[in-house]
């Protein structure tokens, strides 16, 4: 069992940065794979970024250059730094690990980018 906790997030001109942590408690140990999801008013949850026990990791190309995903297996937080922001950014954003064939989801923590 895996709890996971999302903190960060909040109101942010366009091009300014935030970073959100996800704080996890529990089974940590031998998660496969770690990431983030957003998902805005009326749209599909979407992948952000993850990454795997091995260190690698993907990015949705909407955010490739931008946001840069932290952490590793043993590890409780992990982080999602998100540079030169922009108004399609706005959207809860969610936490998972995939452990042993389960999938952990926080919370949430809402991330809002207005002028």
């Known amino acids: 069992q895996v709890q996971l906790s999302e903190s960060g997030g909040g109101l942010v001109q366009p091009g300014g940065s935030l970073r959100l942590s996800c704080a996890a408690s529990?089974?940590?140990?031998?998660?496969?794979?770690m990431g983030w999801y957003r998902q805005a008013p009326g749209k599909e949850r979407e992948l952000v970024a993850t990454?795997?026990?091995?260190?690698?990791?993907n990015y949705a190309d909407s955010v490739k250059g931008r946001f840069t995903i932290s952490g590793s297996v043993g590890v409780p937080t992990m982080y999602l730094e998100m540079n030169s922001l922009k108004v399609e950014d706005t959207a809860v954003y969610y936490c998972?690990?995939?452990?042993?064939?389960?999938?952990?989801w926080g919370q949430g923590t809402q991330v809002s980018v207005s002028s």
């Open positions: 529990g089974s940590i140990f031998s998660i496969n794979v």
């Open positions: 998972y690990v995939h452990r042993e064939n389960y999938d952990y």
């Open positions: 990454i795997t026990s091995g260190g690698r990791t």
